[in-house]
């Protein structure tokens, strides 16, 4: 029988955390084992309201449950932040492109993320830890608009820094709370000298400003174009390249995204819309 792209599968929110004074965290369980590639996404269905797209923040090793963390930005996102434990919901997907992990390995891994682009981010970090020995190092570098403002804090501020090839420096544009870390934008902790650029790929993932000027950073590094990896999760809806919402140029981010090397969208003047 022909599966219904549509048709999701049942699932229940076991547990919600509380991450920002915006973002949850909710740890999802579907009624059988699901798979996913990091960076791919799933779209998330709240019965008799709707569903919306997101990127799980959880390692694809672990099929029996899925972390997914939302934003409160939307009619849908803020059905969601007013769930509780044991509502249930539904899971499409998994859709779209993942990051080549595979043909990262051997190389410096940097990796810069801000906000809620850290979710993505999260899985893809958690991806890489779990192989660490198989690339030269992962560096990352995160941003935030306060101390605040940071997502996964228990593990960003804590046992992910004290990881063996895991180099991580954080910023906040507005310090706050005793925080006696670096003030200022993301792009100013990157520096050339964080890793042998001949023999590294750079992951980016943020709001799109951050993403921009990142990019830039980046460029002027010496990155190759194709060295640098974006998460395009551009205006997606029904995840399966109908409705024709989230096209870029001649893709639709959907299904030849939400992973993009720079090169491919470079050319579209609206990649940062």
């Known amino acids: 029988m022909r599966r219904n792209l549509y048709q999701p599968m049942s699932a229940e929110i076991v547990e919600i955390i509380d991450e920002s004074p915006t973002i949850k965290s909710f740890v999802v369980a579907p009624e059988r084992a699901f798979h996913f590639d990091t960076g791919q996404f799933v779209e998330l269905t709240l019965p008799g309201e709707g569903e919306a797209p997101f990127t799980p923040s959880s390692s694809p090793a672990v099929t029996e449950r899925m972390e997914i963390t939302i934003m409160k930005a939307g009619r ?26 595979d043909e990262f390995a051997g190389k410096h891994v940097y990796i810069v993320g801000g906000g809620v682009g850290l979710a993505p981010i999260r899985s893809l970090f958690l991806t890489l830890v779990d192989r660490i020995e198989d690339f030269k190092s992962v560096v990352c570098r995160f941003g935030a608009r306060t101390p ?64 921009k000027y990142a990019v830039v950073s980046l460029l002027g590094f010496g990155f190759e174009p194709h060295a640098i990896y974006l998460s395009m999760e ?40």
């Open 76 to 101: 849908v996102t803020t059905l969601l932040h007013a769930c509780h434990k044991g509502q249930p919901v539904g899971i499409r997907g998994p859709y779209g492109s993942g990051y080549p992990v």
């Open 148 to 211: 605040e403002d940071f997502i996964y804090k228990k593990t960003l501020f804590g046992e992910w820094a004290k990881l063996d090839g895991v180099d991580i420096k954080l910023t906040v544009d507005k310090a706050e709370g005793g925080w006696n870390g670096h003030v200022g934008v993301v792009t100013k902790i990157l520096d050339p000298r964080d890793v042998d650029i001949a023999s590294a790929v750079a992951v980016v993932c943020g709001p799109p400003i951050m993403m």
């Open 234 to 273: 551009k205006n997606m809806s029904c995840g399966v390249g109908k409705c024709g919402h989230c096209m870029l140029g001649e893709y639709y981010v959907c299904k030849d995204g939400p992973v993009f090397t720079y090169d491919r969208v470079s050319k579209y003047p609206d990649i940062w819309d």
